[in-house]
């Protein structure tokens, strides 16, 4: 008897440490991939990168191999990025308000939540064919515009359920002490909410802008592609995505590790992007009631 | 406008009893109202981009539709839009196959790290943990795509292939008729790397709703932490899974760039995971030039994006409605 409730507990710590094991390799798996991208990016990036190339359109014969660069995709991007985020805040700040004050876990509120996660949801070349239709049915043509608004509807779910998941952790005696003083619900909207919100509006600007500058599938529809940098919201625009797409498919070696340099230049944006993020939600969590 | 503004009064009334009437009241009652009224027109944008996403892709896609017929594009066999063949079915397989290869191999990864972060971490190592997902999550599909191109490719077509060729070439799903590298399973392992975050942080937020005292019961009555999550817990959250499983399935089916860039985009119906295949999605991103100028061919292509469309968005709605109400007894306990 002794002997085998013996050899059972052996068994099961030997699983346990067994399993242990593997749960470890599993998520040393998933972080060194990480590592691994960076690094290949990294080097692989590097040794084409110059000033000539964050500094220069490309010029004639660029995509044959002869100098230039891809400001324009990087002009671009940022424009659309920027441009794309600044849209998507003037819908998502009141959203994410109005599910606070008003909504709450109300059966709206959760209407809105769902559709909110489900439009994120929706694969980016959904949302490019989408674009797509609506220009052909209006008569426009790939636009810096159209690339920005597409960017919003991408990055709205995005932004709205950031900052939503932050103001949720809102101490609801804020709330209730101002209600209880006689304020209405809009007062607390603006008073106590947007200070409160004030790490999640940051934290949800980095991430959208993050989305939107990486984002290729949608653009490749909405903005096109162009070798000059965009003067106006009617002209097309190159974007860094798709820069590092077409200079990858180019039968030329030089063009390809172009290609690599343009993708660590968009890995870098992404990386900074990341890092300030975090860094400033954690400034600004200082100044917020816990 | 005279009747609201009754009812405001009478708000004013009962809120200002007992102390000197304030006109202000109403004019602060009105603007909340008012206020009310503009934040929910905002809601309404979320709910209706999501029909009119799908009405706009409807009636774009609807010549070709009505000229065809659902099943003729959906299960024909030839894509050739100059003779204005229209079948969807080698696409739909490839899109079915990269899915399947990128979950079966992201799913026993992300279930292990997750269980592992939820049931065995200390702080500082999920503290650790979190910010590689965030930046696994933020890093853009088409640098996944380049990754794909340098690493996985090659390391499919040099070390995998000739592996499985020799030890398992007679079972037909592994064996290799196109050595190039170029294929389903390089686009499976790079799509198993992209959704992983996702998956793991859903899987994660579901096992933290398990209540602790599930856990201290199990522990104390003698059992080792494995078996708690085996027989207590895995139970307990196994629709909560499934669910986040769903979930990473419908963002691997509508990558585009980063699948594109590494599958080879052949259109065939696949038979082997080192087939080339041609995803749906990496149809539409490649034809969008010519789209115009054969007739039909845009429509066509729309008509794809929109079966992607509601296939996502099932399940999606039915994997969030899923996680929503488990985090809800989270919030409720």
Not at chain 1, 19 to 44: D, E, P, Q, T, Y
Not at chain 1, 185 to 192: C, D, G, N, P, S
Not at chain 1, 260 to 277: C, D, E, M, Q, R
Not at chain 2, 115 to 141: G, N
Request: net charge positive; with cysteine.
């Amino acid at each position: 008897m002794g002997f085998l409730t013996k050899k059972r507990w052996q068994r099961r710590h030997l699983v346990e440490t067994f399993m242990k094991f593997i749960m470890r390799v599993s998520l040393f798996i998933v972080a060194g991939s990480l590592g691994l991208i960076l690094w290949i990016v990294v080097v692989r990036g590097l040794p084409s990168l110059s000033w000539e190339m964050v500094s220069q359109i490309p010029k004639g014969g660029y995509y044959m191999g002869k100098g230039g660069g891809i400001l324009n995709a990087i002009i671009g991007s940022l424009y659309l990025a920027a441009g794309g985020t600044l849209l998507a805040m003037i819908f998502s700040v009141p959203i994410a308000i109005y599910l606070k004050t008003y909504l709450g876990d109300s059966k709206w509120g959760q209407y809105v939540r769902l559709s909110l996660d489900v439009l994120w949801g929706i694969p980016s070349i959904v949302y490019g064919a989408f674009g797509f239709a609506l220009m052909i049915s209006l008569g426009m043509r790939a636009s810096l515009l159209a690339g920005i608004i597409i960017l919003a509807f991408i990055e709205l779910p995005i932004m709205t359920r950031a900052m939503d998941e932050v103001i949720r952790r809102m101490p609801e005696d804020l709330e209730h002490a101002a209600l209880a003083l006689g304020s209405t619900k809009f007062e607390v909207a603006l008073r106590i909410v947007t200070r409160q919100m004030l790490p999640g509006i940051t934290t949800a600007i980095l991430l959208g802008f993050g989305r939107g500058i990486g984002d290729a599938a949608s653009v490749l529809f909405t903005a096109g592609y162009t070798d000059r940098i965009p003067t106006s919201l009617m002209r097309p625009t190159a974007s860094l995505p798709l820069a590092v797409f077409f200079q990858l498919s180019s039968p030329y070696p030089e063009v390809r590790e172009r290609g690599y340099a343009a993708a660590l230049i968009l890995t870098v944006i992404v990386l900074v992007v990341s890092f300030s993020s975090r860094w400033l939600s954690a400034r600004l969590n200082k100044y917020t009631v816990k | 406008m005279s009747q609201s503004n009754s009812t405001f009064s009478k708000q004013s009334n009962k809120q200002t009893e007992g102390r000197p009437p304030r006109p202000s009241v109403s004019t602060r009652a009105r603007q909340d109202q008012a206020a009310r009224r503009t934040f929910f027109v905002f809601t309404l944008l979320p709910v209706l981009l999501i029909l009119f996403i799908a009405i706009a892709l409807f009636i774009r896609s609807w010549p070709i539709i009505s000229a065809y017929g659902l099943s003729d594009l959906l299960f024909g066999e030839v894509w050739r839009p100059n003779n204005e063949q229209f079948g969807f079915w080698p696409f739909i397989l490839g899109t079915l196959w990269v899915t399947t290869v990128g979950v079966v191999l992201a799913v026993p990864l992300c279930l292990l790290a997750s269980i592992y972060l939820a049931e065995y971490a200390h702080v500082k190592m999920r503290s650790f943990a979190k910010p590689i997902l965030d930046l696994l999550a933020a890093i853009p599909p088409v640098v996944y795509g380049v990754w794909g191109l340098l690493t996985i490719v090659p390391f499919v077509d040099d070390v995998l292939a000739p592996l499985f060729d020799r030890w398992l070439g007679s079972v037909s799903i592994f064996k290799v008729n196109q050595p190039t590298g170029f294929g389903i399973l390089s686009a499976g392992i790079v799509l198993a790397v992209m959704i992983a975050p996702l998956i793991i942080s859903v899987m994660y937020e579901i096992f933290s709703t398990v209540p602790n005292d599930l856990r201290h019961a199990s522990l104390a009555v003698g059992a080792t932490r494995w078996q708690t999550i085996r027989n207590i817990i895995l139970p307990q959250v196994a629709p909560g899974i499934l669910a986040a499983i769903v979930l990473g399935a419908s963002r691997a089916l509508g990558e585009t760039i980063a699948v594109l860039m590494v599958v080879g985009n052949i259109p065939q119906v696949p038979t082997s995971i080192f087939d080339s295949a041609y995803p749906l999605p990496a149809l539409i991103a490649n034809n969008y030039g010519e789209m115009m100028s054969i007739p039909l061919y845009d429509a066509a292509l729309l008509s794809a994006a929109l079966v992607l469309l509601i296939v996502i968005l099932i399940f999606n709605i039915l994997s969030m409605l899923v996680i929503q109400r488990m985090l809800r007894r989270k919030w409720a306990s």
